[in-house]
């Protein structure tokens, strides 16, 4: 029951995020639309985004949390801030020297992830002047996550999850007040990313004094618990950010496309996000320590009773979550973005490509859960070898389903791209859950084909709702803003009753889904 309610303040806060989030990228939409330096920012942004994948929440944070935890274990509390103290200082180290370089290379960087833009020397420059605003915020943004580790380690999982929402308000600021002060207004955008890593730093920072873990910067390379986190890191640079390095190569293949074909696939992305960082991070983050604890303490039954709980949680919310972006991709679409210089052209081509890549959702929301099934075990390079799998997939499926699209001058042919990111999560999911059976790490409960069967048909029974409804409403732009947000919320708010209600019907409990390990 602990990590139900665990997840739930996770999720409440993320929650507020995600809404905060949705009123950064109506502001966003409506303010710069697409193309032009709205595109140089979100390749500008994705590329340290990437990295705080690697040195934040993602490589890091899952070698950190398993020998952080194993510490504890030992009840060791001088070792413990030993630890700490080297790990942050070694960090620091890193992710200033990465910083550096990428502020160096930035043109080089643009060259690379924007092949497509060589021809466009002033979208080139701004692409190459914002990658050295918003590098920096990689120090930030890796600082706080170490601290968020500690923190999420100690069961303290609200303060944590509230740092998006301050990521989110921060940006707004940046776009309604210093914006309008600029020649290129987007460029606002990236000091808001920038200011946004420093407040979520300095939110975190005090309240590891409070435990009395508060770091003191020590370099720590030869530190004998820091070279083991660094050992772990080094299979996970892959395998935490595979979504991530699959967007990256998007975003190389959608600079050669249509103008405008980055920032469909960007706000599809943000759109897929929602339920993603709602439930699925919310998920994972709360199970990485509770397994790691488990299997530092030797439980094989805990940890595979918890996993299993963490499966089917995600399933139980992924399967209704990919299917209703899939059947309301453009009322989502129009609601959320078409407004100002959003047109209708841009509703239309994102609602292409959020239907293409929700096919992904579920693997995506499963895959939160699996790796850290890996990770709380030590064991990096099994997830290191899916992400390779993974990426290789993407890469050929993209140029599998989007060459032709794009040698007959297909309109859409982004949509491509995001089916086959959302085919890669399937390939990336299936994998790593093969393996966990093959090394007989995670021992299924009772009952999985009755769940999966009642799954289905509330599913089946949801869409069927969806559709019906979607034939009351006709071109869903051309409905006034707050219509739009009522009737949207009413179609969710139906399929979410219907789903349930069969759910229910079929024998569903809520004591079913405590965790029972």
């Known amino acids: 029951m602990k990590l139900l309610r665990s997840t739930l303040v996770f999720t409440a806060m993320t929650f507020l995020s995600r809404i905060a989030g949705f009123v950064r990228d109506m502001l966003q939409a409506t303010l710069f639309g697409t193309g032009g330096a709205m595109s140089a920012f979100i390749v500008a942004y994705r590329i340290p985004n990437f990295l705080r994948r690697v040195f934040a929440e993602g490589s890091m944070s899952m070698a950190f949390v398993p020998v952080l935890n194993e510490i504890r274990e030992r009840k060791d509390q001088a070792a413990l801030r030993d630890f700490i103290d080297h790990m942050a200082g070694s960090l620091a180290a890193v992710v200033f020297v990465v910083a550096g370089i990428g502020m160096l290379a930035a043109p080089l960087i643009a060259?690379?992830?924007?092949?497509?833009?060589?021809?466009?020397?002033?979208?080139?420059?701004?692409?190459?002047?914002?990658?050295?605003?918003t590098f920096p915020y990689l120090i930030f943004i890796s600082l706080m996550a170490l601290c968020a580790s500690v923190l999420n380690s100690f069961g303290k999982f609200g303060l944590a999850a509230f740092t998006p929402?301050?990521?989110?308000?921060?940006?707004?600021?940046?776009?309604?007040?210093?914006?309008?002060?600029?020649a290129v207004p987007p460029k606002a955008l990236a000091w808001g990313v920038l200011a946004a890593g420093f407040l979520q730093l300095a939110l975190l920072w005090p309240a590891l004094a409070r435990l009395g873990l508060r770091p003191r910067f020590k370099l720590g390379f030869n530190h004998a618990e820091v070279r083991r986190v660094g050992k772990l890191m080094i299979p996970t640079l892959f395998s935490s950010s595979v979504a991530q390095v699959n967007l990256l190569v998007g975003t190389v293949f959608a600079s050669l496309l249509a103008d405008g074909s980055q920032d469909w696939l960007y706000y599809s992305d943000r759109l897929i996000e929602f339920p993603l960082g709602l439930f699925g991070v919310a998920i994972g983050t709360v199970i990485l320590p509770h397994l790691s604890r488990r299997f530092a303490a030797?439980?094989?039954a805990g940890y595979s009773h918890s996993l299993d709980w963490g499966l089917r949680l995600v399933l139980l919310v992924g399967w209704p979550a990919g299917l209703g972006l899939m059947f309301l991709a453009e009322p989502i679409t129009a609601t959320v973005y078409n407004y100002g210089r959003f047109t209708a052209h841009d509703t239309q081509?994102?609602?292409?490509?959020?239907?293409?890549?929700s096919i992904g959702v579920p693997a995506f929301m499963a895959s939160k859960v699996l790796l850290p099934a890996f990770y709380a075990r030590q064991d990096t390079k099994t997830p290191m070898r899916a992400a390779l799998w993974t990426v290789g997939s993407n890469v050929g499926l993209t140029l599998l389903i989007v060459t032709p699209l794009a040698m007959n001058q297909v309109v859409g042919g982004h949509a491509g791209i995001a089916l086959a990111t959302g085919l890669a999560g399937i390939v990336n999911a299936v994998w790593l859950f093969v393996a966990l059976r093959r090394q007989q790490i995670f021992a299924a409960q009772a009952g999985w084909p009755a769940y999966l069967l009642k799954l289905l048909l509330a599913g089946t029974a949801m869409v069927a709702t969806l559709v019906g409804l979607r034939q009351w409403i006709g071109d869903w732009?051309?409905?006034?803003?707050?219509?739009?947000?009522?009737?949207?919320?009413?179609?969710?708010?139906?399929?979410?009753?219907?789903?349930?209600?069969?759910?229910?019907?079929?024998?569903?409990?809520?004591?079913?889904?405590?965790?029972?390990?």
Do not use: C
Not at 113 to 129: Q, V
Not at 349 to 357: Q, V
Not at 493 to 503: C, D, E, F, P, R
């Open 111 to 133: 060259t690379v992830f924007t092949p497509g833009a060589l021809d466009e020397p002033e979208k080139f420059a701004l692409t190459t002047e914002m990658l050295r605003i």
């Open 165 to 182: 929402v301050l990521h989110n308000l921060t940006v707004i600021a940046a776009m309604l007040l210093l914006a309008p002060q600029m």
């Open 298 to 300: 030797q439980d094989q």
């Open 349 to 357: 081509m994102a609602a292409w490509s959020l239907i293409a890549m």
């Open 477 to 517: 732009a051309a409905l006034h803003a707050l219509h739009r947000v009522a009737w949207l919320l009413a179609f969710v708010g139906a399929g979410a009753i219907v789903y349930g209600t069969v759910l229910i019907a079929l024998g569903l409990r809520p004591r079913h889904l405590r965790d029972r390990g």
